[in-house]
């Protein structure tokens, strides 16, 4: 059984990303410059916007978190966004989401200007996508494709199973997997909470993409033997033994699951990594393409 090891994977990445700054450097351009805009306090968005920041000093970007209280108004944020746009400083930036509720996530996608989406979510972007057309593709899903394509996973004609439909994982995650392209070329099921029969069509799968929300839900018994199975849930579950007093899990059995599995990605240190590796590659490509 192969762990796909995100850690190390996104560890690769990064190095190949940072080559490419030297590059620039040293032909006296300029390096990429990351904006993160962190809406309020909620602990798991501080954690996975300083890992971004972090990852952009790894690979020598440049990079501002924007740290904005919860009470922020629509407006201001839309502004702070606006701002962004136009400072020819920032290559590419990023909202965290969730956002607090008073704020409309659908006017803040719109906002970011497409050329600036590092996170792939403005429906030009999403539709760019969707037709095969060059563009940022969105974070995490494009993650799993790097992770699947590294470990030589082949999907070519493969049962693939995503569960989960939302607009930033499962339903682009489903695009990119049934795309004619490598990794790819998989027939696609798109499960969500109204199907009806998913043990049974898990059960078919040759590859399942996890990515509903709910922890250890993919168990042993919803498996095929030999099958490959990537886990984007991720979930701090309260753990008094942590100094940290939780301890991180996927929305998959890892236990029972990789009993059966050819391949299995790790929470933590799958997809997570991946992802931050993905938005560093999206921002290489915002200061590229210009
Ligand atoms: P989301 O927006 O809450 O969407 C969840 C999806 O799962 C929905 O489409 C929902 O169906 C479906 N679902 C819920 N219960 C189900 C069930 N019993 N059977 C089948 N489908 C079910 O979640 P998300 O933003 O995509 O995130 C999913 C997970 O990935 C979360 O744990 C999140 O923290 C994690 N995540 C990780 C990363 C990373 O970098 N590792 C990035 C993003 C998200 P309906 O559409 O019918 O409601």
């Known amino acids: 059984m192969i762990v796909l090891d995100g850690k190390a994977t996104s560890a690769a990445i990064k190095d190949e990303i940072a080559v490419e700054v030297e590059k620039l450097k040293s032909a006296g351009k300029k390096v990429p410059h990351l904006a993160a805009i962190l809406v309020g306090n909620d602990g798991a968005s501080q954690t996975y916007v300083n890992a971004k920041v972090k ?4 690979v020598g970007f440049e990079s501002t978190l924007v740290d904005l209280p919860a ?4 407006a201001d944020l839309l502004k702070t966004i606006d701002d962004l746009n136009n400072n020819p400083e920032i290559d590419g930036f990023i909202v965290q989401l969730p956002l607090p509720e008073h704020i409309d996530e659908d006017k803040v996608t719109l906002r970011v200007a497409p050329e600036k989406d590092v996170d792939g979510f403005h429906p030009e972007n999403v539709g760019r996508m969707s037709l095969g057309l060059p563009t940022f593709l969105p ?8 992770m ?3 470990y030589n996973i082949e999907t070519s004609g493969k049962h693939c199973v995503v569960i989960g439909r939302s607009n930033i994982v499962g339903t682009p995650m489903s695009i990119l997997m049934s795309r004619n392209s490598n990794p790819g070329n998989a027939t696609v099921t798109l499960t969500h909470s109204r199907t ?3 043990k049974e ?3 078919s799968a040759d590859i399942i993409i996890v990515a509903l929300g709910k922890p250890n839900f993919l168990t042993g018994d919803m498996v095929k033997e030999g099958a490959v199975v990537v886990d984007v ?4 579950i309260e753990d008094s033994t942590k100094k940290s007093g939780f301890r991180l899990v996927g929305d998959v059995n890892y236990e029972e699951v990789a009993a059966k599995c050819s391949a299995i990605s790790p929470v933590p240190g799958g997809v997570g990594p991946m992802t931050i590796a993905s938005l560093l590659q999206n921002t290489l490509k915002a200061i590229k393409s210009k």
């Open 201 to 203: 069509v898990c059960l």
């Open 71 to 74: 009470n922020t108004t629509e």
């Open 196 to 198: 009806s029969n998913l």
């Open 148 to 150: 699947l394509g590294r």
């Open 233 to 236: 849930g991720i979930h701090r």
């Open 139 to 146: 974070a995490t899903p494009n993650g799993v494709m790097e």
């Open 55 to 58: 990852a952009c000093e790894k």
